[in-house]
């Protein structure tokens, strides 16, 4: 499975940015794709999930309610919306596929494939 990251960049604080996550190769066993972020004061750190279904989705705390994640129908393209940006969301976002079908799915291990990671920084 390959992965493709795009989207990221520079903005203000109390903007937004809209990350994509493109996937190809054997992606039929994976079950979903995954938002993790990581800046040089903290570990990586989840940040929203969603089944290939699109049935299911999942928010850390941090973003819940000022981000969106969501695939574009037929494709393996998945989406992460980002509004209301704060400083503290600078740091690099990787997404990532697992095949766990864990309830959670919000720990790196779940996740088999990762992409190179985009970055994004917001300026106070």
């Known amino acids: 499975v390959q992965l493709q990251a795009s989207g990221g960049g520079l903005v203000r604080a109390g903007g937004s940015l809209r990350l994509s996550c493109t996937a190809s190769?054997?992606?039929?066993?994976?079950?979903?794709l995954g938002w993790f972020r990581q800046s040089p004061e903290k570990e990586r750190e989840f940040v929203a999930a969603v089944t290939w279904s699109g049935r299911f989705t999942w928010y850390a705390d941090s973003v819940k309610g000022r981000a969106a994640i969501w695939r574009d129908n037929g494709q393996m393209l998945v989406h992460l919306q980002m509004n209301s940006l704060k400083p503290e969301d600078t740091a690099v976002y990787y997404c990532a596929v697992g095949s766990s079908r864990s309830e959670s799915g919000s720990s790196e291990y779940e996740y088999e494939y990762w992409g190179q990671g985009t970055q994004v920084t917001v300026s106070s």
């Open positions: 190769g054997s992606t039929r066993s994976t079950y979903r």
